[in-house]
């Protein structure tokens, strides 16, 4: 988890999230690949470390807006990925991340 002196270190999460991601429940039932996942993790991850202190539900909005923008996003669209970043969200702020999104 990141702190306000310590930005998150991306390639901890990838390696977490690349052995976790088949878990979450928008995953678990797909044919789709880490690689897929991927950017929302990591705009998940570097969002929280850039908001520090602030709520999802504050930022959500922002996020969605800066996704178009992200440049690791690839293809995907925000609907593809928001739960992916929300989860590595939770993460790095300590939630504990909701099971039936």
Do not use: C, F, I
């Amino acid at each position: 988890m990141a702190d306000r002196l310590t930005p998150v270190d991306w390639d901890e999460e990838d390696r977490y999230w690349r052995t976790n991601y088949r878990n979450r429940p928008y995953a678990s039932g797909t044919t789709e690949e880490y690689e897929y996942y991927q950017p929302g993790y990591r705009y998940g991850a570097e969002s929280a470390s850039r908001y520090q202190g602030r709520r999802w539900e504050e930022v959500e909005g922002d996020l969605q807006r800066g996704w178009d923008r992200y440049e690791h996003r690839t293809r995907s669209t925000w609907e593809q990925v928001k739960h992916a970043v929300r989860d590595a969200w939770d993460r790095v702020t300590g939630k504990t991340p909701v099971g039936s999104r």
